[in-house]
């Protein structure tokens, strides 16, 4: 059964959800590293940059102006958020679940408010096959592998090599010597906000032909980023990218071995023996 | 294409049921029964993942009370709606039949889309002796005192499929499912029907729900190359899948063939829909008198409503087989509404159907291909009624 080229073709089905899980859980782990906010919402910032590319299409323009426009947009939404709900909760972090949970309520409703209840679907921008080592593969996992790939690759260059990454990571160590230092914290946490949410939004968009688009839809990548975060370990950056392969390509290879119902829940219980041994995940302290 | 439903609409149908019901507790027995209007429960999901179909069932159900009082409702008394969102949870879906049949009492109650539901409202209303309809295609098998079923079972779906499958496709077969008991029951019969006429089911597996990567599955269908991927994943799981299918180019050498996938479902696919084939007991697109009118009627009252599938038409069905069994039960009594079900037959959008002493629906087999990326089917076969074969065991 394990012949070469269906490996293979796994191997890049587990890359394309690994890329993409961690473009999300980017996202995710530097709002709570730097704010302290568990951001319950951010599987609604996932959906609405797919609705971006559904209402594109609405307004027929492609879809490639929905995935330029979703991060803008999803960005947006999410300054508004930090101004009008987080703002108030800095440094609570129970209040900000709870706010961020109701706040996820209320965009699935708007959403479905505007765009009806039923699922919706858009043309798909890029159909076709490309020749991987001699066996094809969809043209668009490799487009959307690409996109991610860069996109987290700028995210690393922004927090390790800029004087805004700089400041963003003083805030992570200690707020009160950041802002003593004259870094204007609150800036830095509106554009941190805005910029976890843009990357959701940009995922959310990239991932509309593949998968279903409904106001529900963003809870089955929350849950798994989620895992991600904390399999990687809090507030570490190089920890999402550990644990986006671990989780993205476990689950991929083991449901091509075993049954997916028991795959699932083996990369869960391999996930709790390793935060039973590092309970500050893998690239934790 | 917006809710239609508020929540203040659905509070004023509450809120005047429980009215009239306190209004006449104070005349006496026989002039209550003259004066009262019958009353259903109509138990549905309004919010959560199931509120997809949720809120075209309650449409369809709404559309059939007022057919129902245009013709001056169920032998002269008015036909009254008290609505409840079960939430797409059981456990509420439990408190809702509790309160619809003891503070509401309503005479019979109609409603619910998955088996779990199905279960938790049925253990509520056969110890309460209340009727209970459940409008939804499943896995068969539930046998339960007073509980209806107005959907297909799965021989009504596969039967009369998977030998038109085999002779216009293809003889073997891929299946893949949801992991809960509709998909594994549904697969029995199909492996049964596809051995016995000399075909071979190359693999089978099932998925959790909310899997948001099928590739695997893909992956391993692309190197089983069946002719036929018979598909039992259900709502944005099937949808997911097929998007994932249609984008791997499998489509040119596997077809689709499903009995999971419907008008609803293939408009979330958009163009990786088309060339889908599926069997249910019900397409918006029959082409007869009745379900013209059908259509447009309900057009009319609820002009968002874009596409009616075979569950909402089965809940449809299930109001006006609920008001015939009233009619001819002369009240909401246990014993008489019981008994007065089975044998009722109505002329429903699908065709003719009748209620099976075996306390499910003789329903029509029908085999459709999905043809635009607007999620609309043509008819392929229409095989008529199949009658329903219950193996009891729930």
């Known amino acids: 059964m394990l012949e070469l080229g269906s490996l293979l073709t796994q191997f890049l089905n587990g890359a394309t959800l690994v890329s993409v899980l961690i473009l999300i859980s980017i996202g995710l782990a530097i709002i709570f590293g730097v704010m302290g906010v568990i951001n319950l919402a951010h599987g609604e910032f996932f959906i609405l940059g797919a609705y971006t590319v559904i209402a594109a299409d609405v307004l027929r323009l492609s879809a490639w102006w ?27 972090p129970l209040e900000t679940l709870l706010a961020t949970w109701g706040l996820s309520i209320v965009i699935r409703q708007l959403v479905r408010i ?26 668009y996992r490799v487009f959307l592998m690409a996109v991610c790939v860069a996109v987290i690759a700028i995210t690393f260059y922004v927090f390790y090599r800029t004087d805004f990454g700089l400041k963003i990571r003083a805030i992570t160590q200690d707020v009160e010597m950041a802002s003593a230092l004259a870094i204007n914290t609150s800036r830095m946490y509106l554009s941190t906000f805005a910029l976890g949410s843009a990357l959701a939004g940009l995922a959310g968009a990239l991932m509309t032909p593949e998968i279903t688009v409904s106001p529900e839809a963003g809870v089955n990548f929350l849950a ?54 590092r309970p500050r995940g893998l690239f934790g302290g | 294409m917006a809710n239609t439903i508020t929540r203040r609409e659905l509070l004023k149908s509450v809120g005047y049921a429980t009215g009239a019901s306190v209004a006449t507790l104070g005349h006496p027995a026989v002039l209550r029964a003259a004066a009262q209007p019958a009353k259903m429960g109509i138990l549905v999901s309004l919010t959560g993942v199931h509120a997809i179909f949720g809120e075209t069932m309650l449409h369809c159900a709404q559309y059939a009370q007022k057919e129902i009082n245009d013709r001056g409702g169920i032998e002269g008394r ?15 879906g439990i408190e809702k039949a509790r309160k619809l049949i003891k503070r509401d009492q309503v005479d019979v109650v109609v409603g619910s889309i998955s088996s779990a539901m199905r279960n938790a409202v049925g253990s509520v209303t056969t110890k309460e002796k209340r009727v209970y309809l459940y409008p ?14 107005t959907g297909a079972v799965p021989n009504q779906q596969v039967e009369r499929f998977v030998p038109w499958i085999m002779e216009n496709v293809g003889k073997t077969f891929y299946i893949a499912g949801s992991d809960y008991i509709w998909p594994r029951e549904t697969s029995k019969v199909v492996r049964a029907l596809v051995e016995k006429r000399g075909g071979s089911i190359l693999g089978e597996e099932y998925f959790p729900w909310n899997t948001p990567d099928f590739s695997s599955l ?8 069946p002719a036929v991927m018979y598909s039992l994943l259900i709502g ?6 097929l998007k994932q299918f249609h984008n791997f180019g499998l489509k040119k050498t596997t077809r689709i063939c499903t009995s999971g996938v419907a008008e609803k479902e293939a408009a979330g696919l958009g163009e990786a829909g088309i060339g889908i084939v599926s069997s249910q007991s019900y397409f918006m697109s029959i082409d007869t008198p009745r379900n013209k009118e059908f259509v447009e009627g ?25 008001a015939l069994a009233l009619a001819k039960a002369g009240s909401g009594d246990w014993s008489k509404l019981t008994k007065a079900v089975p044998g009722i037959r109505y002329k429903a959008p699908q065709g003719d159907i009748w209620m099976a002493d075996n306390r499910h629906a003789a329903l029509n087999s029908i085999i459709a291909e999905a043809y635009n990326e607007k999620g609309e089917f043509r008819i392929i076969k229409n095989f008529g009624v199949t009658p329903p074969q219950v193996n009891c065991f729930q």
Do not use: W
């Open chain 2, 218 to 225: 893909v992956n391993r269908v692309a190197s089983t190359k």
């Open chain 1, 224 to 277: 798994r980023s989620f895992f991600v975060v904390i399999l990687g370990g809090i507030g570490q950056l190089a920890g999402v990218l550990g644990g986006g392969i671990v989780v993205g390509e476990l689950e991929t290879l083991l449901s091509y071995l075993i049954s997916a119902t028991t795959a699932q829940a083996a990369v869960l219980v391999i996930a709790i023996i390793i935060i039973r041994f």
């Open chain 2, 236 to 241: 944005s799981d099937s949808v997911t899948f």
């Open chain 2, 298 to 322: 309900f057009r009319r009252m609820f002009p968002n409503e874009k596409l009616v599938d075979s569950i909402p038409e089965g809940m449809y069905n299930g109001v006006h087989v609920a």
């Open chain 2, 136 to 149: 939804t295609y499943y896995e068969g098998g539930y046998c339960h005192d007073g509980v209806f079923i």
């Open chain 2, 78 to 92: 008015k036909l009254d709606f008290v609505i409840e969102d079960d939430e797409t949870d059981p456990k509420v």
């Open chain 1, 114 to 139: 505007v765009f009806g209840v039923g699922y919706r679907a858009s043309p798909h921008p890029l159909l076709g096959d490309v020749r991987v080592f001699g066996f094809t593969y969809p043209i």
């Open chain 1, 66 to 92: 929905g995935i330029a426009l979703a991060p803008v947009v999803v960005g947006l939404f999410g300054a508004l958020v930090e101004v009008g709900i987080i703002r108030f909760l800095y440094r609570r």
